[in-house]
């Protein structure tokens, strides 16, 4: 990949397929220990700068259809009632969602109140993504969370109370000082909460972060591999048992809530990024956008496409894409759908690794698609 300087008319062009498209918010009360996400605390920045540059981009793309919003970050609740309408007047001048979009945006607790909620519903989110991870106030202070667990209960009452019918909490599990007993006490409560959707995520050690530093050092210890996997499992079971769909190794739904944009992703289907950091992939191209915001707030006023990265996938690597995304699925990969698509059979261009992962019992084939077994979600 290489730093390109594209003019705003050669990034989007017109296409038959109606992209999802994201929004990224970089900034946050402060960074939590595990984060390597293009976030930043807020304190110091010009937020409204940082908005004038996503108006900018954003009308690049000459009114286009959208089949989904997602405003993540960072922390997308961190902005003031005034910024959150700006946002929302930016994207609906920009781009045109079609009838019934799925619109989520993503709020901390301990960052919004029934105010800010009320105005969210009023702007049109219909899906609340709240970043709970725990339940546990000991392991949110671990992990350097702003928010208690009374908090987390606090923010998605007062989401009902906004009339969100559609909330997902984001939980992690593989904490240091995490037990067994305390993952079955987070997850049962998210349950007792009867929230639509759950993203449920094992801690990965990324580079860069107090985690990861912590971790080089060796003062870091993290819940044996095998507690790892049977919290994966136990979790399964449990939600299965109460209701909940497995559809994504790591997101379970109430039949109906399956999250609309994230499949988007997993089906490697267009989508457009706006905002530092951001990823887009269109007509064949993926492309990064600076995640230095001063870099990529220099670019739009520029009037030039903030791109970091570029790279046109080849047949190749689309229908490897396909695969290895798809295959979080846990309906898999569709054969026909994929023949219909690239013009090749799955079996003609996979065979051998098809048989091979068969052979291991990782892999369930049949005549309409092939999708993980029970031995290979885990892996």
Request: charged share 20%; aromatic share 8%.
């Amino acid at each position: 990949m290489s730093e390109t300087n594209l003019a705003p008319n050669e990034l989007m062009t017109n296409s038959s397929l109606t992209p999802g498209a994201y929004v990224h918010i970089p900034f946050c009360v402060r960074k939590c220990n595990y984060c390597d996400f293009p976030s930043v605390p807020v304190a110091g920045w010009d937020v409204e700068e940082y908005l004038d540059a996503l108006d900018q981009e954003m009308a690049f793309t000459g009114k286009l259809a959208v089949s989904s919003l997602f405003v993540g970050g960072g922390t997308p609740s961190v902005l003031t009632l005034r910024q959150l309408e700006r946002l929302f007047k930016g994207v609906t001048r920009s781009l045109t969602l079609v009838p019934g979009a799925e619109i989520t945006v993503e709020a901390n607790p301990g960052t919004v109140d029934l105010e800010k909620l009320l105005l969210l519903k009023q702007l049109g989110v219909n899906r609340l993504s709240l970043g709970v991870q725990s339940f546990d106030d000991f392991l949110l202070r671990r992990l350097g969370r702003i928010h208690s667990a009374e908090q987390a209960v606090e923010a998605y009452q007062l989401a009902r109370q906004a009339g969100f019918a559609n909330i997902n909490l984001d939980l992690m599990h593989g904490l240091p000082g995490q037990t067994m007993k305390a993952w079955q006490k987070t997850l049962q409560q998210a349950v007792s909460l009867r929230t639509e959707h759950l993203s449920v995520y094992g801690l990965i050690i990324e580079e860069n972060t107090p985690f990861g530093d912590a971790y080089d050092a060796g003062s870091l210890t993290l819940p044996e591999e095998e507690l790892r996997a049977d919290m994966m499992l136990w979790t399964k079971k449990y939600l299965e048992g109460e209701g909940y769909k497995h559809y994504e190794i790591s997101n379970y739904a109430r039949p109906g809530f399956e999250c609309r944009h994230n499949q988007i992703y997993w089906r490697n289907l267009p989508y457009l990024g706006f905002g530092a950091g951001a990823a887009s992939y269109w007509q064949g191209i993926r492309r990064t956008n600076h995640a230095d915001i001063a870099k990529y707030i220099a670019a739009v006023k520029s009037a030039t496409a903030p791109v970091a990265e570029s790279e046109r996938a080849d047949i190749t690597q689309q229908m490897s894409e396909t695969m290895f995304l798809g295959l979080r699925l846990l309906s898999g990969v569709n054969k026909q759908q994929f023949a219909t698509r690239f013009g090749q059979e799955i079996d003609c261009v996979y065979g051998n690794q098809i048989r091979e992962l068969q052979a291991k019992g990782l892999l369930i084939v049949d005549d309409q698609s092939l999708r993980l077994s029970e031995r290979g979600i885990p892996l």
